[in-house]
């Protein structure tokens, strides 16, 4: 009854119609705070909580503005939000951290692998194979190059999108998520079915 009641709501609540994904969150007044988040949309089109075609519609946007701001997404990561976050939306200034300009950095657009391990196989089963597969390719060569791990204090979590370390950890567990996707990719994982805690029929857009 739970996930009947959030599908049937999710997208009338938090899809931005001047997007086509899902926003970040809405705020009291009603208003979508929206800063085209890769790990929102990632779990949400992976999980199933939308129908078909919205869920293809918002990969595909995001897809083609991902490809217009930062072509080489991959083997750096991909950015956490491809627009901006307004300065009031953002968690750093509220603590009182001097961060403007924030964009492509740390929290605020910078690159990681986290963003990755739902939204790949939310490509994959989506119908956006080849988007998946290179973006895969791309991360994995990351990984085996030492990209996303480094000591205690290094900042390598995160990277600006000119590659300078922006995060203030080093190895960080969860950028290893990616590698469960890149795993299903390269068929030395099959995922179990239903994959998720919530399995939709793609054909007919209903909980199974």
Known sequence: EIADAIR???ARQLVNPETGWVSGWRSKDSRLHDFGF?????VACAFGVMDAATTRSALANLEARRIAVFPESGYQGLPLNLLPI???DHMLPRLGY???PTY???TDGALSPL???YYLRALAVNGLELESRVLADRLERGFADGMFHGPYGTGKE???WTGA???YEGTFGPNSGPLYAIAVERGAIVPPDPEWWLAEDRNTSKPT
């Not at 890769?38 to 990632?42: D, Q, T």
Request: without cysteine.
């Open 8 to 10: 049937a709501n999710y």
């Open 38 to 42: 890769l790990w929102i949309n990632g």
């Open 86 to 88: 307004a300065p009031e």
């Open 98 to 100: 001097i961060t403007r």
């Open 104 to 106: 492509e950095n740390y």
């Open 115 to 117: 963003a990755a391990t």
């Open 158 to 160: 995160f990277m600006t």
């Open 165 to 167: 370390d922006s995060g």
